[in-house]
């Protein structure tokens, strides 16, 4: 087996998964209007990896085959940059649109694969069940998403680390086959257009014999029985890529995923009724860190695109001219350029982990991955404030070719574009930064990670404060 080309992965799409979008349940996710150039252009991706030119940098070679780069265990601190540089390289396809490509869970199940005896602690067939499933997914180029997070019904359960048993996703039977489970989750990005869902619980797991229940980890195909997934809109209204140049390529859906007495093979089982376990195990396998490093390979690409939108937009007037404007497009830049020192710091301060893996240094993936929910948004506005009136002055494509012509040829120019290439680049900015699509980008980068203001606080107790407090302390003891 090995890499799969994008008919393979379209192929695999068209099974019975039960995905309803707009009142209705989907036939085919890859015809479904609205839903299709998604994971049509997941599957142009797939075929690069058969790319001669690209071959070296996004795959490796296996017993005889090639493999997706991201399931490179990283055995020297070069496995762990060219993991980075695959990354990167994915992530640029897409300038870092779509943000579930299947590089950010192989990273995962790389890390759990491989250190996989932590969960045998739980019972040592799960140790084998999950290096079983690392070889199928890796084997198979399988294409995955996750969802780790339970709705909460209230802030009061929320803050005591409890769950409502009515709506999230818990264990209700055990079986000789395996568990059924029943509930909620939310939210799998890609969910519709994977092969598989990983189901691992969130980090905020409170220990307690309530909670056991609620404490489980497995993977199951899309297509399971029972499992359903809601969508919410989709943001690909069928227009031209020229009309809507990111939300025609890029639209990757998000969807409630659903389980009704839904049986979990004893095999597909990865920790069980251990809420500890659980609570440590991305933070163990070190599955975070290899996360947060596809992440912060991704969100440099992001930011670099963002960078050369707003200098074609700056350029198409002049404006770059301007040192206000130049002042504004410098912030864009700088955040990019933080995101690249952050990565290299990271992948040159690669550390050999517990399960013999080279692990970037968290503390600059981490500080990326809390601040760029931040930066994003400026990222936006900066695109809002250059753009202006200009990301409302956008005819279609249609109004090219219409009676109205003459005049938007006439009226849409500036002086370094054409009305055509203007409006072009101009609904291009309109999609980033106004679009349903935009608003929900800016929605993702927020929060896909998990809440910030927990990232945040794990931030703060990681961080090595003693040393620094403790010349404040000699500061305030000193008699000099
Ligand atoms: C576009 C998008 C895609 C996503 N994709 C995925 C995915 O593929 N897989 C997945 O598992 N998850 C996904 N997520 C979910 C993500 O993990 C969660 O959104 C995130 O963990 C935050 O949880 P929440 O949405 O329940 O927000 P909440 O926990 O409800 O937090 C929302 C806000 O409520 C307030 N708040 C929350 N808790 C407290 C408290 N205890 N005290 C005071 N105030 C509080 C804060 O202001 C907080 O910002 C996605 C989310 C988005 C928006």
Redesign the pocket.
Known sequence: MGIRTGDAYLAGLRDDREIWIHGQRVDDVTTHPGMARGPRTLARFMDKQFDPALSDLITYEEDGERIAMSFLPPKTPEDLRRRGAAYYEWARWSNGML??TPDYKNASIMAFGTAAEFLGQGRSDFAANMRAYYDEVRKGDKVL?????N??IS?EL??EGKYSGDVALKIVKETDAGVIVNGA???????PFADEIEVFP?TLLKASDENEPFAIAFALPVSTPGLRMICRDTYDHGKSHFDAPLSSRYEEL?AVVIFENVLVPWERVFMYRDPTLCNQAFAKSNAIVHMMHQVAAGKLAKAEFVVGLLCAMARATNKDKDMAVKGQIAEAMWIAESIRAFLFSAEHQAELDEWGNYIPLRRPLDTSRNLFPKMYPRLVELVQLLGSSSLMATPSEADFNNELAPDVERYFQVVNLNSHDRVGLFRLAHDFAVSGFGG?QA??E?????????LASVYFDLYDKDEMIGRVEDLLDSAD
């Open positions: 943000g579930r998403t996750h969802t780790l997070v709705p909460q802030l929320a803050r989750r939310l939210l799998a990005t890609l969910g969130s998000d929900r929605l993702y927020r929060f896909f990670f998990g809440p910030p203001a927990v």
